[in-house]
């Protein structure tokens, strides 16, 4: 039988203490300013090992002052 590799999860924290101010977006050490309208951890978004590997990639791209866009099927 083949093993089978176990899959590490990233880690979300949200914090609902209703205090109005900045927004941090914490990823591999860099810590970014988020500037938009925050809205919480969507139910819609299935995560897996290819949509991590996307966000590391734009949190890279974004840390590396270059840009990066999402294409999808449609």
Same mark, same amino acid.
């Given at each position: 039988?083949?093993?089978?590799?176990? =899959?590490?999860?990233? +880690?979300?924290?949200?914090?609902?203490?209703?205090? $109005?101010?900045?927004?941090?977006?914490?990823? +591999?050490?860099?810590? $970014?300013?988020?500037?938009?309208?925050?809205?919480?951890?969507?139910?819609?978004?299935?995560?897996?090992?290819?949509?991590?590997?996307?966000? =590391?990639? =734009?949190?890279?791209? +974004?840390?590396?002052?270059?840009?990066?866009? +999402?294409?999808?099927?449609?």
């Amino acid at each position: 039988a083949e093993d089978i590799p176990k =899959l590490t999860r990233t +880690l979300t924290t949200v914090s609902t203490d209703y205090q $109005f101010s900045t927004c941090y977006v914490q990823q +591999l050490g860099n810590v $970014f300013s988020y500037d938009y309208e925050y809205l919480g951890p969507s139910m819609h978004l299935v995560i897996t090992p290819l949509t991590e590997r996307a966000f =590391l990639a =734009l949190g890279h791209a +974004l840390k590396t002052f270059h840009c990066a866009t +999402l294409i999808g099927p449609n």
